[in-house]
C-alpha cells in the first residue's frame, strides 16, 4: 500500500456492504462517496423476484447494532429488508454521501498511489471522473444475471426470462411454465408458479440439501449448527484449531455420525426420495455449494405433483417447448431460468481480471489484493451471515488505515492465498464463486478478522457458552460502537 495519507474514500455500490462501509468510515474520520449505479439503496433487495425474502431468521441477517423492528415477521420479506436498510441508511446519514444512477466505467490507478473513478450518469449520459485517496469496492460477488444458451433458443414461440424478471403471477397464469434451477430463487419462484401455472416443471442437474429452519420442528437450527461447538465437526478449517484437529484425527466416526444423522434428520423432515432431490454430495460438503434453507411447501407441491421435477438437463429447444437429455419433451408456454448471477469485472483493473480462475478471484483475508494498493473489497465473502461478516470486514479496514497493524508482504499474502487455495479445492464444491466461499466456517474467519484488527474475538460471557452458545450479529454490536478517529 503507498505510504500517503488516507482521507477521501470512494465507495462502488450502495447495497449491504457499500452504506455499511461507508456509515464506518464515516464514523472513523474518513470523506466517503458512495457511487451506486441503480436509484436505491439495498443492492439486491431493491430488485427481487415476487414473493422475494429472506431465507434465514432476520436476527442471523442484521446489523449487529442496528437490529431488525419487533413488528418483522421471523423471516422478513424482501420490501422489509428493503426498507430495513433504506431506514439504516438514513439513520446515519449515508444517503447525503451517494450518488445514484452512477455507473463506473473504469478504475486508474495514479503515480502516487490514487484512484480516478470514471463514470457516467444513467439518465443524463454525461461522463465525468473523480479522484479519490482509496477505494472500496463493495459491489459483492454477483452482478449480472446469468441465462444459459442451448440449441434452439431462438426458435422458441413463448417467453425465456431470468427468475430475477419474474415481478408479478401474470406472467404464469393458466400458462404451462418450466423452471430451471434447484437454488433458492429456482424453488421460490417454481413455489410461487405453482400456485398460479396450469403446468410447472422443475428441471435440474443436481439437488441440495434442505437445512430446516428448526430441527424437527422444535429446536431453532441455529441454536445447534451455529455455534463453535459444531463447527468444529466441519471439514477442518485452513487453520484447525487444537480441539477440532484432534476430532478429526482421534473420532472421525464421531465426526462422520454427526453429519449421517444429520441427513437422517433431514430426510424425516422433507420428502426428499419421493421427490427425487436427496443431494448427490454429503451434507458436510454439499453445505459449501449454496446457502440453502428453503420453504417446506415446495417439497409438499413436489409431492403432490404440481412441481413436476425432472432430474437431468435441457438438451434444446422446440418452437413449443423443450427436449430435455433423457428424451423427454415438455410442451410450455414460458422458460424461467434460476441459475443464479455471472460477475462483471468490466470496470475493474487489469491486475484484478488477471487473477481470474475458473473458482473466482483469490483475495487476502477476501478483502485484499496484493497488486492493488489503496484498494479494499468489501462483500466477497459468503457466509450465513452477510450483513455482519461485511461490516466486521469494514472495521478490519477501519483498523488497518488507522495503522492499528500492517498487512504482511506481497510475497507473504500470495503464500497466504495460494494456502486458501489449496484448503478450498481440498474438499469445496468446484463452483464459480468458490474463492468466496466460507458459509459455516463464518466464526473461524470473524475470529480472524478481529485479532488481526487487534479486537478479542470471543464475545461470550465464559468458555462455556463460547462453544455451546450460538453465535449472531448483536454479539459483535460493541465492536462497531468502538470504531473511532484515527
Partial sequence: MKKITIKTIGIIGAGVSGIGAARLLTQAGFDCEV??????????????????GLQTPKSLYEIPDYPMPDSYPRVPSGEELQAYF???????????????????????????????????????????????????VATGIY??????????????????????????????????????????????????????????????????????????????????????LVSAFLPLYQRPGKLAKQLHERLPWLVSGFWRMTESIIKFQYPLKACNAIADEPIEIDIFNLDFLPRKEVYQLMRQGKIQNRRTTIKEFKEDGIVLENGEQIDCDIVIFGTGYKSNY????????????????????????????????????????????????????????????????????????????HWKRSFMPAISSRATVIKLHMW?????????????????????????SHYRPADYRDVLADINEA
Avoid: C
Fill in 35 to 52: 457511487l451506486e449505479k441503480g436509484e436505491q439503496v439495498g443492492g439486491v433487495w431493491a430488485a427481487g423476484y415476487h414473493t422475494y
Fill in 86 to 136: 433504506e431506514n439504516y441508511a438514513r439513520d446515519f446519514n449515508i444517503f447525503d454521501k451517494i450518488r445514484f444512477n452512477t455507473a463506473i466505467s473504469g478504475l486508474e490507478q495514479q503515480a502516487d498511489g490514487r484512484w480516478i473513478v470514471r463514470f457516467t450518469d444513467t439518465k443524463t449520459g454525461v461522463s465525468d471522473q473523480k479522484t479519490f485517496d482509496f477505494v472500496v
Fill in 346 to 421: 468490466a470496470f475493474l483493473p487489469e491486475a484484478f481480471k488477471n487473477t481470474r480462475e475458473a473458482d473466482g478471484v483469490y483475495l487476502y483475508r477476501h478483502i485484499i489484493h496484493p497488486d492493488l494498493s489503496n484498494m479494499a473489497f468489501i462483500g466477497r465473502a459468503a457466509t450465513f451471515s452477510n450483513s455482519l461478516t461485511s461490516h466486521l470486514a469494514s472495521v478490519w479496514l477501519i483498523k488497518l488505515l488507522q495503522g492499528k497493524f500492517q498487512l504482511p508482504e506481497r510475497d507473504q499474502m500470495l503464500e497466504e492465498i495460494e494456502a486458501i487455495k
Fill in 444 to 468: 473461524h474467519y470473524h475470529d480472524e478478522l478481529l485479532q488481526d484488527a487487534g479486537i478479542n474475538p470471543f464475545r461470550k460471557k465464559n468458555r462455556f457458552l463460547e462453544w455451546f
Fill in 143 to 228: 452482478f449480472d444475471p446469468f441465462i444459459p444458451e442451448f440449441p434452439g433458443q431462438e426458435k422458441f414461440n413463448g417467453k425465456i426470462i431470468h427468475s430475477s424478471e419474474y415481478r408479478s403471477p401474470a406472467l404464469v397464469t393458466g400458462r404451462k411454465a418450466v423452471v430451471v434451477g434447484f437454488g433458492k430463487s429456482a424453488l421460490d419462484v417454481a413455489g410461487d408458479v405453482a400456485k398460479f401455472a396450469k403446468q410447472v416443471s422443475l428441471v435440474y442437474r443436481k439437488s441440495h440439501w434442505p437445512i430446516p429452519m428448526d430441527i424437527l420442528d422444535l429446536i431453532d437450527v441455529r441454536r445447534i449448527y451455529l455455534t463453535r
